[in-house]
């Protein structure tokens, strides 16, 4: 359990994401903010406290993994790889430019830190899953992340990999579902209904959990109990709201991908920086 000072750190480390998120978006001037913003919070848990990593060493052979199966959502992946020193944080201004190491998806050969490259939606789903496998095969104790869309998991691939992690009893996987209720061409309950996300996956053998995926304390005691489980694959599955952070954005379909002009960019900072004044002072 965190303690309320941990907690306050991973709100302040969360929103210090969304921030530099919006900066590096705002640096090519249109990008995926939305799915971006909503994992804000899952990702300052994991860098922040649960996932094993070392920026010194990004292929450090005793790290955790992370699979961002929605891999659209790498601004966020590379603000916090930036925050967390992986790389400098200049290098968030030259996201998707020519020759930069930060294209707009997620890429292994690209960007230091990032584990698995990713983009065409469900195929990270299967990749975590053999990677989850492998390290269950070399007896080696090292667990794997994956971040998965809501509108993602409408991809039948997603539903083997399931089948398949639940059957050889992955216990070092991980999932998340963000449940932002939001694709790039509507709500997802109209396109493709995914009611009761975490029945189906318990259905397939999992650990299924849901929590609120804009609090920190509530995910990372449900990281707790996914990596207590002995024998099943866990998913957990966050209620976010798409473009969380921002509320010219928050709710709101068209930030799936949107232009983030400089008073966007003003806008978005201004809200952003108000809240993190809120939580205060770090400790020293």
């Not at 790889?81 to 020519?98: D, I, V, W, Y």
């Not at 493709?192 to 650990?207: L, N, Q, R, V």
């Amino acid at each position: 359990m965190l303690t309320k000072e941990e907690t306050l750190e991973l709100r302040r480390f969360a929103k210090k994401i969304q921030i530099e998120t919006m900066k590096t978006i705002a640096s090519i001037g249109v990008g995926h903010v939305g799915g971006s913003l909503s994992i804000a919070e899952v990702l300052a848990v994991l860098y922040g406290k649960q996932l094993r990593h070392d920026p010194k060493q990004p292929r450090w052979e005793g790290r955790d993994w992370l699979v961002v199966s929605k891999g659209h959502a790498g601004p966020a992946v590379y603000s916090t790889l930036a925050l967390r020193g992986f790389f400098p944080m200049e290098q968030l201004l030259t996201l998707n430019s020519p020759g930069t190491m930060l294209p707009s998806h997620c890429d292994r050969n690209r960007t230091t830190g990032i584990d698995i490259t990713t983009g065409s939606l469900g195929q990270g789903a299967s990749s975590a899953a053999g990677v989850a496998k492998a390290f269950k095969i070399d007896g080696k104790s090292n667990n794997v992340y994956l971040i998965l869309g809501d509108g993602e998991i409408e991809e039948g691939q997603v539903w083997e990999m399931a089948l398949f992690a639940g059957h050889h009893k992955l216990s070092n996987l991980i999932a998340f579902v963000d449940n932002n209720h939001m694709q790039i061409d509507g709500t997802v309950e109209s396109l493709c209904s995914m009611d009761h996300i975490a029945e189906k996956f318990a259905a397939f053998g999992w650990y299924a959990q849901c929590v609120n995926g804009h609090d920190v304390a509530a995910i990372d005691a449900a990281v707790d109990a996914a990596k207590a489980e002995p024998e099943r694959p866990s998913v957990i599955v966050l209620d976010t709201i798409k473009g969380h952070g921002w509320s010219k954005t928050a709710g709101q379909v068209g930030s799936h991908s949107r232009n983030v002009t400089a008073e966007d960019l003003a806008d978005a900072l201004a809200e952003m920086q108000a809240a993190l004044d809120e939580l205060g002072e770090e400790s020293k």
